[in-house]
């Protein structure tokens, strides 16, 4: 069971004593819903389930797993697709969904304090009944939690205006793995106070410390918004209309790409709500607005639409009411899930510079005839991050277990040639270690191992993550 050096039933002793029965969880189905996330189709199984509710039960637990070395896995809401919360070594799974609450909103100074284990969503509508917006919106947000949200330093659309989680932590009270406590920072928007403790969580994806409090930045709530889905004949052209918008001198909130396969996957997947899809149209951009002032917003829109048109576009649909654009939008939110629901798949979280977008999508195509895979491409354009879904469909077992591995490091070689790198959001976690060589060198790889080894030297926080070997 434990690679420890005491019995089993010792350690759920000791769990129980600090948590209670109740919240020191073996029963199958937890194990089972601990031991995978949505990446692939991966599971681990770990040996226990806790759920901690204190910073101090927490502090406890770590402290006796370093005493013992007994491996333990930080878990949020299993949304990533990464692996970044799979219990690869097994073991116990810290699971931080009773650590769910609020704990303050200042809106003196636009800032909140949350636990990790507030839903996204959640604290985006509490903060907005005070005028307030936290724009981080992953494609996950009505499950995500915040905590996880920091750990992957995640993203999603609006990320290409307002940034990413990163940009909104000021403050993080963390727990080390040896059990101590400590803040990383301070509530303030500047700070240049010692070494940046706060950034180096955030993306750390739980192998450095647990999160237990968070304080984010807030902004004030922008009160209009316009959207458009504009079709392409050609995916291509699509992408490189992108970067036009911004040369235009345009700032869109949100500008997403959905190739022809992703829309048809996504409108099958909500089957309640489709738009005209005709044969020739290749590829859509869906292109958002937004802030305070109605008529400066349609001149943006129509500017935007007028710099597209040079390309070779279909009809403009404009979502003129709030029901139009959330479905526009639950559309865009579904693809991902559409996307893989059909077949066994890989996902890659490619980015590169924005205007290099037409080379990166022509460069996946051409792999998948190269090695006979078919993807489905979406994601977040103005930012220049491709999601690329690479489906199994009849690709032959070994092609796609020994072959495909290759294909995908041409992929990130490429990509890293035109400027990019191998995660935008999603992270690295367990299914993408294998290939940060290719984004780092053997000084920089050594650097991450020195500062694993710094936070967690006995090497008992989600081993096995991020760095290759
Ligand atoms: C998105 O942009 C999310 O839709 C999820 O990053 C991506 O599930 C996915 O492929
Ligand atoms: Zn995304």
């Not at 992270?427 to 710094?454: H, P, T, W």
Request: charged share 25%; with cysteine; glycine share 8%.
């Amino acid at each position: 069971m434990f690679t420890s050096d005491i019995r089993e039933q010792e350690i759920l002793d000791y769990f129980k004593a600090i948590l209670g029965v109740e919240r020191v969880l073996t029963d199958r189905e937890s194990l089972q819903q601990a031991g995978s996330d949505h990446t692939e189709d991966l599971v681990f199984l770990p040996e226990i389930v806790l759920q901690a509710q204190t910073t101090e039960e927490v502090s406890r637990i770590l402290a006796y797993c370093n005493e013992h070395r007994l491996v333990i896995t930080p878990r949020g809401a299993g949304t990533g697709l990464s692996g970044g919360c799979l219990p690869v070594q097994g073991s116990i799974v810290l699971d931080m969904r009773r650590m769910n609450q609020i704990l303050e909103i200042d809106s003196e100074n636009f800032q909140v304090t949350v636990e990790p284990g507030v839903i996204t969503e959640v604290l985006q509508n509490a903060v907005q009944e005070h005028g307030l917006f936290y724009p981080v919106d992953p494609a996950s947000k009505g499950s995500c939690f915040i905590g996880g949200n920091v750990a992957e330093n995640s993203g999603g659309a609006r990320a290409l205006k307002y940034g990413v989680v990163k940009d909104y932590v000021l403050n993080l009270e963390i727990v080390l793995p040896d059990g101590s406590v400590m803040w990383t920072g301070a509530n303030t928007l500047k700070n240049a106070t010692g070494y940046n403790l706060t950034q180096l969580i955030v993306g750390s994806e739980g192998t450095l410390a647990v999160i237990t409090k968070i304080v984010l930045k807030l902004l004030p709530q922008p009160t209009k918004d316009l959207l458009i889905l504009v079709p392409f004949y050609s995916a291509e052209e699509a992408c490189r209309a992108v970067n036009k918008v911004f040369l235009a001198g345009y700032d869109p909130s949100a500008l997403e790409f959905m190739e022809r396969d992703a829309i048809l996957a996504a409108q099958k997947f909500i089957d309640d709500y489709s738009i005209p899809v005709p044969e020739e149209i290749q590829a859509h951009l869906l292109i958002e607005v937004n802030g305070n002032e109605e008529t400066y917003l349609m001149q943006e829109i129509e500017g935007i639409v007028q710099v597209l048109e040079q390309f070779n576009t279909g009809e403009v649909l404009f979502a003129d009411n709030q029901n139009d654009k959330d479905k526009l939008w639950r559309l865009r939110r579904v693809t991902g899930e559409a996307a893989k629901g059909s077949s066994v798949y890989k996902e890659e979280d490619t980015v590169v510079p924005r205007a290099k977008l037409p080379q990166l999508l022509a460069k996946v195509k051409a792999l998948g005839k190269e090695y006979g895979f078919d993807s489905i491409c979406y994601g977040h354009a103005g930012d220049g991050n491709l999601h690329v879904n690479i489906v199994k469909n009849n690709m032959p077992e070994d092609a796609w277990h020994n072959e495909l591995p290759k294909a995908i490091r041409e992929l990130f070689l490429y990509t890293k040639s035109l400027g990019g790198t191998l995660s935008g959001e999603h992270g690295i976690g367990y299914v993408q270690k294998q290939y940060m060589d290719i984004a780092f060198s053997a000084v920089a790889l050594e650097l991450m191992r020195q500062i694993k080894k710094v936070f967690d030297p006995n090497d008992i926080l989600n081993p096995g993550k991020i760095l290759p070997g």
